[in-house]
């Protein structure tokens, strides 16, 4: 079964130097070699905030293996457990762990749970227009919720409808706070009404974006805009705010030496059916192997992620019946 990424976990599930907080890739972590046999069509149908890993691993794959195709749909994580029921996918990435109806359907058409490869690491950062003075302040989570959020479930006393209200002062504190986010289809919408409004439900005032890059987009043109999205998809042109999980905590920013400390750091996930027992074929075996090599893992820095290391890795190929130190 996954684990949980707890605040341990995380301390672990990252390679980091802590002298120069440099995300690293693993050294312990396999170089790819290419086998024989390998043919089919890669089918990649969920989320939005793993399209780009999910076709940049793939472009890799093609150099190794040009007559293998590729078919990719990222619309969002509630697209890729019905894909998978139905066999119009093999690779289901999603931002979010299934929930447990998603796995019950899949169980029940199957007779067995579906698997999810741990492939990265992404912190939901919290993006504001980059001349912002609240990314030098920070928020707790109670203000993010009070912000976005019509419930407030996460106990703030008041809502917060201006940047002065937010704690901003000067010409920017009468300034409406502008609000940017993602469609219920959406992994991040999940996870961040989850773990950022407690559960609550967003103000109907939220604008909602058909992608991850559309909501950075949202903001960078909008002075008093905020939105929330997956750390890969940073620019220039916005600045992301320092988040703490309560009033009293000194908030941590959306960096890679903070992960463990930062509130909303999630694993990203491939969901792939794998049968008990039973050994992968070898495009989705070989195509998840290379995703956990140096040069898979260089790709998720290369797209602003943050790579798994070794024991991760290890652990995450035993669960789909390959051996770190004897299958490369």
Do not use: C
């Not at 940049?56 to 590729?70: I, R, S």
């Not at 949202?218 to 750390?231: C, L, N, Q």
């Not at 620019?235 to 905590?249: I, K, N, W, Y």
């Amino acid at each position: 079964m996954m684990k949980l990424l707890t605040t341990s976990a995380l301390a672990l599930a990252l390679a980091v130097t802590p002298a120069a907080a440099e995300v690293e890739i693993d050294e312990r972590l396999p170089e790819y070699e290419p086998v024989q046999g390998v043919s089919g069509t890669i089918k990649s149908i969920g989320s939005d905030t793993l399209n780009n890993l999910m076709t940049l691993w793939a472009e890799k794959f093609k150099e190794v293996y040009p007559n293998v195709q590729v078919e990719i749909e990222g619309k969002g994580s509630s697209t890729a457990p019905p894909a998978l029921i139905a066999g119009t996918s093999n690779f289901g990435p999603m931002s979010r762990p299934m929930k447990e109806t998603e796995i019950d359907e899949f169980e029940k058409q199957f007779g067995y749970k579906p698997t999810a490869v741990r492939t990265s690491i992404d912190m939901v950062a919290v993006y504001v227009h980059k001349d912002n003075p609240i990314a030098r302040q920070g928020l707790s989570l109670p203000q993010v919720d009070a912000i976005f959020s019509s419930n407030r479930s996460g106990g703030y006393a008041t809502d917060i409808k201006t940047w002065g209200e937010a704690g901003v002062e000067g010409s920017w504190a009468d300034l409406p706070i502008s609000l940017y986010g993602r469609n219920s289809a959406s992994g991040t919408y999940g996870f961040f009404k989850k773990n950022a409004l407690f559960g609550g439900d967003y103000k109907n005032s939220v604008k909602e974006q058909p992608g991850s890059s559309s909501v950075v987009q949202g903001v960078a043109s909008d002075k008093t805009g905020i939105g929330y999205s997956g750390i890969g998809y940073k620019t220039a042109d916005v600045a992301t705010v320092p988040l703490g999980r309560t009033a009293d905590d000194t908030p941590a920013p959306a960096a890679a030496d903070s992960v463990a400390d930062y509130p909303l750091a999630r694993f990203l996930l491939v969901y792939v059916n794998k049968q008990p027992g039973q050994e992968l074929d070898p495009l989705r075996r070989e195509f998840i192997k290379l995703i956990f090599s140096k040069s898979g893992q260089e790709v998720v820095i290369k797209d602003g992620y943050l790579p798994v290391s070794y024991e991760i890795a290890k652990d995450t190929l035993a669960e789909v019946g390959i051996d770190i130190d004897a299958d490369f």
